[in-house]
Antibody
Framework: QVLLVQSGAEVKKPGASVRLSCEASGYTFLSYYIHWVRQAPGQGLEWVGLINPSGGSANYPQKLQGRITLTRDTSTSTVFMDLSGLRSEDTAVYYC?????????????WGQGTLVTVSS | DIQMTQSPSSLSASVGDRVTITCRASQSISRSLNWYHQKPGKAPKLLIYDASSVQSGVPSRFSGSGSGTDFNLTISSLQPEDFAIYICQHGYTIPLTFGGGTKVDIK
């Protein structure tokens, strides 16, 4: 079965860091980019970065540069998202999603989402 | 960054209605436009990619059109399971951005 399975919910204080994981199964891990997309409560979708599992190169939006890092473990087909300096506005459901490396940036498979709550 | 603007932001419709949702990009994105729908508490699901290609397993009542800056998603005959939020996304360049969504609910 083709799946992206994400780690569980997190509650963090402002200024802390969080690490989320996204484990891929049922397909060739190296053939698909993994993206992270977040959705604040009642709000729209925001792209927060991508990683190419084949090589490990990553891209991030300007607003998160310096606070976000995407890495991967090819032995376990898992991608990690580290977000530091957490603020209340980082409270959101974070989804991982895949796009084929050569077929454009369309998300045909999503994880179940991980709620990150930032609160003092 | 490319801005994606959807209209309307919400609409009410009945089962069997034909529904069209519009997405406009702030600059030309060729045909790099994807449509998703999202139900409460769930991840988005891909419906249409590259402006008009229907994703495998998606019913044929869904269709997409457009190129450049203006795009449409049409549902030919709305079904009960189609009440959801519809979201466009450009895949033209990094950073990727999404439209604000169109909520389709029951009249």
């Amino acid at each position: 079965q083709v799946l992206l399975v994400q780690s569980g919910a997190e509650v963090k204080k402002p200024g802390a860091s969080v690490r989320l994981s996204c484990e891929a199964s049922g397909y060739t891990f190296l053939s698909y980019y993994i993206h992270w997309v977040r959705q604040a409560p009642g709000q729209g979708l925001e792209w927060v970065g991508l990683i190419n599992p084949s090589g490990g190169s990553a891209n991030y939006p300007q607003k998160l540069q310096g606070r976000i890092t995407l890495t991967r473990d090819t032995s376990t087909s898992t991608v990690f998202m580290d977000l530091s300096g957490l603020r209340s506005e980082d409270t959101a459901v974070y989804y991982c999603a895949r796009s084929h490396a050569y077929l454009g940036f369309l998300f045909d498979l999503w994880g179940q989402g991980t709620l990150v709550t930032v609160s003092s | 960054d490319i801005q994606m603007t959807q209209s309307p932001s919400s609409l009410s419709a009945s089962v069997g209605d034909r529904v069209t949702i519009t997405c406009r990009a702030s600059q030309s994105i060729s045909r790099s436009l994807n449509w998703y729908h999202q139900k409460p508490g769930k991840a988005p699901k891909l419906l249409i990619y590259d402006a008009s290609s229907v994703q495998s397993g998606v019913p044929s009542r869904f269709s997409g059109s457009g190129s450049g800056t203006d795009f449409n998603l049409t549902i030919s005959s709305l079904q009960p399971e189609d009440f959801a939020i519809y979201i466009c996304q450009h895949g033209y360049t990094i950073p990727l951005t999404f439209g604000g969504g169109t909520k389709v609910d029951i009249k």
